[in-house]
């Protein structure tokens, strides 16, 4: 029966039997309740004192479980119209994320580095979109051909601009390179079908006039062959390349995106603020707060409780027979180790040097 109410205004109720009057405890409530907490403290700003209610110590305590938890996107299976993916480092653990052009989060996967096992492990979680954006990293023309064969690629605008930078840098020496890196700069000009003929007849114009210089080759002290100017070879073969196979001005036949700003500049830098904010933590701790973040961006706080799944348990090891054979090195103590205190021969007990060099030791 109901007993009135406890001093946080829970309802209180009483046993006609035994006369013992108690709350009704709502385990599910309170780790709920810990969760939102948790999650509060690791996308916000305020300290754990200040989350908690009272000491750090005691929020840590309430929430350590809350790290093992493994978030999970919701799939959807929606086919979204262009696809942004990019890499971001953690550590030594690479994250690869999948953005739609609306700007919502698809997916993600963890990895060692941007491989093709990698991508594909991250293509196969989405449904082929019409249109994927990306800088051209290592690894993933091989992954698109695979799982997304049917789908379009969009060079990234910018990573080309930089791609040939690196290369010929800032100031180029050469007059061909400055042409060529002027040429890569005014790619951020191109907005129609018009520009863009002119671009490529550009871009033929260069190498009709300065396309001698990619072939030269020059004797070097070790008796080998080189390329006398290797990297305006290599700078004229990033864009040569990314125009030939059509990855340039994707953007102006299905009006996708033309870079990866959204995601490098958005989802990335905000990735690089929430660990500086949160600077200390492990390696798993940093993933787990990277994960949460992504998902929060798609769900409400009050909804991640439904999208986390509990931790897996560890699989116990077999039991290995030890080889029935002596022991190599055992607890026991032997005299042949030299352990013993060492025993005064008859001969040398009337000898006080001996002696005393016997009780030193």
Request: proline share 5%; hydrophobic share 40%; with cysteine.
């Amino acid at each position: 029966m109901k007993n009135g109410r406890h001093s946080s205004g829970t309802q209180r109720w009483r046993c006609r039997g035994c006369g013992a009057s108690s709350i009704r405890r709502r385990p599910d409530v309170a780790r709920r309740e810990q969760l939102r907490r948790f999650l509060g403290w690791l996308i916000g700003k305020d300290t754990q004192a200040e989350v908690g209610g009272g000491t750090g110590r005691s929020f840590r305590h309430e929430t350590a479980w809350c790290w093992d938890l493994q978030p999970r996107m919701p799939v959807t299976g929606e086919v979204h119209d262009a696809i942004l993916v990019d890499g971001i480092w953690i550590g030594s653990w690479c994250l690869l994320i999948a953005l739609s052009d609306t700007g919502h989060v698809v997916a993600w996967q963890w990895s060692g580095g941007e491989s093709t096992a990698a991508w594909e492990a991250l293509f196969e979680q989405i449904p082929p979109p019409e249109v994927v954006v990306t800088d051209g990293g290592t690894g993933i023309r091989s992954a698109l051909a695979r799982t997304w064969p049917d789908t379009v690629v969009q060079r990234c605008i910018f990573h080309l601009q930089m791609n040939v930078t690196r290369e010929l840098t800032r100031n180029p020496r050469m007059k061909a390179g400055r042409a060529l890196r002027q040429i890569a700069m005014t790619l951020s000009d191109v907005h129609d079908v018009d520009a863009a003929i002119a671009w490529r007849l550009t871009l033929e114009s260069w190498w009709q006039q300065f396309g001698h210089l990619t072939k030269e080759r020059t004797l070097y002290d070790n008796g080998h062959f080189g390329f006398t100017h290797l990297r305006l070879r290599k700078a004229w073969a990033i864009l040569h390349r990314a125009a030939e196979a059509g990855h340039v001005f994707t953007f102006l036949q299905h009006g996708n995106p033309r870079t990866t700003s959204p995601l490098e500049g958005g989802i990335n830098a905000q990735i690089r603020h929430l660990l500086r904010h949160h600077r200390g933590m492990s390696i798993e701790h940093r993933r787990r707060a990277v994960e949460w973040f992504l998902l929060l961006r798609e769900i409400p706080l009050e909804q991640a409780h439904n999208h986390a799944d509990p931790p897996t348990p560890a699989r116990p090891s077999p039991a290995t027979e030890e080889p029935d054979r002596p022991a190599l090195y055992d607890t026991g103590l032997d005299a042949a180790e030299g352990l013993w205190l060492r025993t005064v021969s008859t001969a040398s007990r009337n000898c006080p040097l001996a002696a005393s060099r016997s009780a030193r030791w």
